[in-house]
């Protein structure tokens, strides 16, 4: 073997090894402090309505995050990661329910809960075993991180119950299943078999919300969720789960268990999906069903598609994308004189056609101006003279309220994204540091160019491409009388040169 | 080392692989040849698990593998390659040729995520083993290409990216189907040079299946032949192809006392192989 070994080139030897790794926990380190003054300065700025947006896109960021390891890494479309937020969620809210909730739950008429309901009972007997001791506000967030880890276990369950007998199908029919066991999980806790422990369709009120709103608790479960999930992507195991992404088939033939692996990414990522759901319900405020709808999964679906399925990095931005417009997103909602709608939507086209002639120059695509560009221009100068004027013609002077705009300002955008970037913002590239030092692992140096005549073809049609004519020479003289390539007569040339 | 044993199978009524029994010692080349259609693929489906045998059994290091999973099969030390590239495309070249060797990881997720020191080790380890392996091909695969994706890698590339990946399952015996397809004469003469080598410096074992007769007579002890399902000759490469039988099976035969059928003329005019 000793042979084979020393033809492994220095470069390898390095390249094959992870690299500067100290460097990169430093940077890392420093990016996390970089945040901690961004997240201390933005709560700062004193406003609510910020600090709700951050603290609902770091615990979507949990729910996004976790729903990529098995979408994006293990390959497989779940649509289920509802229901194991609603386990989490419901699981937060009994162990978080103090003495003032449950009076307030017993003492409405309409409750499915009493004082031997299952439910109430438990809650009762978590603050015998010692439970009660942590209701103080300082020691309440003792009771917050053991009611969320909780939450997270009972999920993970619930993601091996659901895995082990669903796992064994494969695409469409797994998404299916996927979506099924979501609603089932939702539908059964409204029932009356769960209303003991769920309250039925009035829910738990009363869930203390200052850790689902606060950003440092959000931001902290989000920091240890990256940092689980993408060591994990990083790992042997990693590799595997991805490997079963890319062919099942061959997987299986290098030896890897896909049924353990699946079942351990749904597991792991149903876990952080019940973490996802308890700072969800804090967030909230209360537990209802109502705010574990299909749709919650969709946003979540929209988040991965538009940032990247698969990078982490990108499943952040689309979060951040997605929660953005959801929390800023009001004045499309509000009412506005027709006119007024038109020059928005005349505005839009206009640079809709704006993007398309820059888009097609970069991609350098001709004619610049195409009939799209000239299209969606002149019918967006239209609509904005139309609009701008229509006052003064005495047109249009109705308004209209623009319910749901939202929605479909939301999906309008993921449409542009689909159409011009279908894997995403940043694809399946990942955040790396080394990126940042102009590090190409994947590139040849110049020495290695210069010695691969393959690769030097490109060099070859170059007048003066000296270097490689050398290499050529080189080649040539190893196989005397013989062309370089079969088929190639490039070098043939270079050579006459 | 591998004994296969009056091995049949049927999809439906159709006999892909009737009564074969075959043999492979340790540190053989043994080649499969035969038409297309013969049950080359299938016989390579039916030792790895792919496919559960009719009838039969087949036996590695003494023990049945009859039964088992594909991945329970590799780590007994039998891998393959596929005839139709079946790489994780978007996967680094690294990459593909570290996650045949992860069954061998014996540390939990938990003390991977936590880069346990006996994780690294094994981690490094792992990586050593892949680059070890990838050395085979020279400089084709090493340095930069390492991080490149599969994706983005000549044909003939991803074939030795392939024979890699298998090498690295840490397997004793070697199925390599078609390892030469899609490559031009330089190449495989590379690749018939890399067989050897793999047996003579790697100590594998191979069963290849491949078409192009000056590689298969290069490189192969012995000969298998099959035709429809059957085993129709064994021997050395020389006997193999002078036998009436093989002779049979790729060129079709005149029929006796009688002028040629028209299916035959037929047939010998599109330069293929008929009955």
């Known amino acids: 073997m000793a042979s084979v070994s020393q033809r492994i080139d220095a470069r390898t030897q390095e390249l094959a090894f992870p690299r500067h790794r100290g460097r990169n926990i430093l940077l890392t380190l420093g990016g996390l402090l970089a945040l901690v003054i961004i997240l201390w300065f933005l709560e700062g700025l004193g406003s609510s309505k910020l600090n709700q947006a951050l603290a609902l896109f770091a615990i979507w960021g949990v729910a996004t995050v976790s729903l990529n390891l098995v979408n994006g890494t293990l390959g497989i479309l779940s649509l289920g990661h509802h229901g194991f937020m609603l386990i989490g969620g419901y699981t937060t809210g009994l162990l978080i329910l103090s003495e003032t909730a449950r009076d307030r739950i017993l003492s409405s008429g309409r409750s499915s809960m009493n004082e031997t309901t299952l439910g109430l009972s438990l809650s009762r007997g978590l603050d015998l075993i010692g439970l009660d001791a942590l209701t103080t506000p300082e020691t309440l967030w003792i009771r917050f991180v053991i009611a969320v880890l909780v939450g997270g276990v009972v999920a993970a369950i619930a993601g091996l119950i659901v895995g082990i007998p669903s796992l064994r199908l494969r695409g469409d029919y797994l998404a299916i299943v996927t979506f099924g066991f979501g609603e089932i999980i939702r539908l059964s806790a409204s029932t009356r078999i769960f209303a003991p422990l769920t309250n039925g369709a009035l829910g738990l009120p009363g869930i203390p919300s200052e850790f689902g709103k606060s950003v440092w608790w959000t931001f902290g479960f989000l920091a240890i969720t990256v940092f689980i999930i993408s060591k994990l992507k990083y790992s042997s195991y990693g590799r595997a789960m991805e490997g079963i992404r890319e062919d099942e088939i061959a997987a299986e033939a290098m030896g890897v268990n896909l049924a353990y692996h699946k079942v351990l990414g749904f597991a792991i990522s149903a876990f952080f999906a019940g973490i996802a759901g308890g700072l969800w319900v804090s967030w909230l405020g209360g537990v209802r069903l109502d705010f574990f709808l299909f749709t919650l999964t969709f946003f979540f679906l929209v988040a991965l598609s538009a940032g990247g399925t698969g990078s982490i990095t990108g499943v952040l931005l689309g979060t951040a994308l997605v929660v953005f417009v959801r929390q800023y997103g009001d004045p499309l909602e509000e009412t506005y004189a027709l006119a007024t709608w038109l020059i928005i939507a005349g505005v839009t086209l206009l640079l809709a056609a704006a993007a398309t002639y820059l888009y097609r120059t970069f991609q350098r695509q001709r004619p610049r101006m195409h009939p799209a560009v000239y299209g969606l221009g002149i019918v967006g100068l239209i609509a904005v003279l139309v609009g701008w004027l229509a006052p003064n013609l005495g047109i249009l002077d109705g308004t209209f309220r623009g319910f749901g705009m939202r929605a479909i300002f939301l999906s309008v955008l993921l449409i542009v994204i689909m159409i011009f970037r279908p894997e995403g913002i940043v694809g399946r590239r990942e955040f790396n540091w080394g990126a940042l030092f102009g590090e190409r692992p994947d590139q040849p140096t110049d020495e290695e160019r210069k010695q691969d005549a393959w690769l030097s073809n490109a060099q070859l049609n170059r007048p003066g491409g000296a270097a490689a004519a050398e290499a050529v020479a080189e080649v040539q003289a190893e196989v005397p009388g013989k062309p370089l390539l079969e088929t190639g007569d490039e070098p043939v040339e270079a050579e006459d040169k | ?275």
């Open chain 2, 1 to 275: 080392m591998l004994e296969i044993e009056n091995l049949s199978k049927s999809f439906g009524g159709l006999k892909a692989m009737n009564d074969v029994s075959l043999n492979v010692g340790k540190g053989e080349i043994v080649s499969v040849i035969g038409p297309n259609g013969a049950g080359k693929t299938t016989l390579f489906n039916l030792i790895t698990g792919v496919y559960q045998p009719s009838a039969g059994d087949v036996r590695f290091e003494g023990q049945s593998i009859v039964g088992k999973k594909p991945s329970q099969i590799v780590n007994l030390g039998v891998a393959r390659t596929f005839q139709n590239l079946r790489l994780f495309t978007n996967l680094t070249v690294l990459e593909n040729v570290l996650i045949p060797q992860h069954y061998k990881l014996h540390s939990t997720w938990l003390s991977s995520v936590f880069r346990t020191p006996g994780y690294r080790k094994k981690e490094r380890e792992m990586r050593e083993y892949a680059i070890d392996k990838l050395a085979f091909f020279g400089p084709r695969l090493m340095s930069f290409r390492l991080h490149q994706p599969v994706y983005v890698l000549s044909y003939a590339n991803r074939r030795r990216t392939e024979m890699a990946r298998a090498m690295a399952t840490g397997a004793k015996l070697l199925l390599l189907d078609e390892p030469s397809a899609g490559m031009n004469p330089k190449e495989t003469r590379e690749i018939t040079q890399i067989i050897r080598r793999m047996r003579d410096e790697g100590g594998y074992t191979i069963l290849l299946v491949e078409h192009k007769m000056n590689l298969v007579g290069e490189i192969s002890d012995r000969v298998v032949v099959l035709d429809y399902g059957e085993k129709i000759a064994e021997g050395s490469y020389k006997e193999v192809v002078n036998d009436p039988k093989v002779i049979e099976a790729y060129l079709g035969k005149k029929a006796e006392g009688e002028e040629e059928t028209e299916i035959q003329k037929a047939a010998k005019m599109d330069g293929r192989s008929s009955e």
